[in-house]
């Protein structure tokens, strides 16, 4: 087999999206696959993103003008010359945080074909890098729960959405309560979404 001496720039920019989000299944499924049911986060998970990320230009421009505002007033009223900064530090850090939430929204999917079980999720302390996990088999446990996070239950309270813990094994019953053993959770889904998943996983698709 003769050795590659040449660099595939195209592959490597492949490799390197992959690193950072799933790949798109319909360019990588086998003979005879086909795609049933695809599950992302709920909407409000990538509000941010959508809001200053794909209007980047108008966001900069607001950015632009009220820096330049608070520096001309920092000059004129002889205020100290760090508050001019200040606007530009809070439109960085909200492009940041949008950012994150962006790379987060994507990381996170949930794919069944006619032959795998597909769970897409950030490295666990390895941000910005994600993981797929590909299962034969279809999980035993489906287990919508609350998030612990007090501002994304604020947000499930009023959409519906839960946390869904997806497990291979069976409820493990401790001090009379049940959890779910070795479970991927998946956060913030969308409860017609949790219906759809539960429809393929349960055998009445």
Not at 55 to 70: D, E, H, N
Not at 78 to 96: C, K, T
Not at 175 to 199: H, N, Q, S, W, Y
């Amino acid at each position: 087999m003769p050795i590659r001496r040449y660099w595939d720039f195209s592959a490597s920019l492949t490799n390197i999206q992959d690193s950072f989000k799933p790949s798109d299944l319909e360019d990588r499924l086998m003979p005879g696959e086909e795609l049933q049911l695809e599950i992302h986060l709920a909407w409000y998970r990538d509000f941010l993103g959508r809001l200053l990320i794909d209007r980047f230009s108008w966001f900069l421009l607001v950015a632009a003008v009220v820096t330049f505002i608070t520096a001309v007033l920092t000059a004129t009223q002889n205020y100290h010359w760090g508050i001019a900064f200040i606007p530009a530090l809070l439109f960085a850090s909200l492009f940041l945080l949008a950012f994150y939430q962006r790379i987060i929204y994507q990381q996170y999917r949930v794919q069944k074909t006619n032959a795998r079980f597909i769970v897409s999720i950030p490295q666990p302390n390895g941000f910005p890098l994600a993981d797929n996990i590909e299962l034969k088999g279809l999980p035993q446990v489906v287990d919508p729960n609350w998030s612990k996070s007090f501002i994304w239950r604020v947000f499930q309270f009023f959409t519906g959405a839960r946390d869904i813990y997806i497990s291979l094994v069976a409820y493990q019953f401790v001090e009379g309560t049940a959890k779910v053993g070795g479970a991927l959770i998946i956060p913030d889904v969308m409860p017609e979404d949790i219906f759809e998943l539960k429809r393929h996983v349960f055998g009445m698709a």
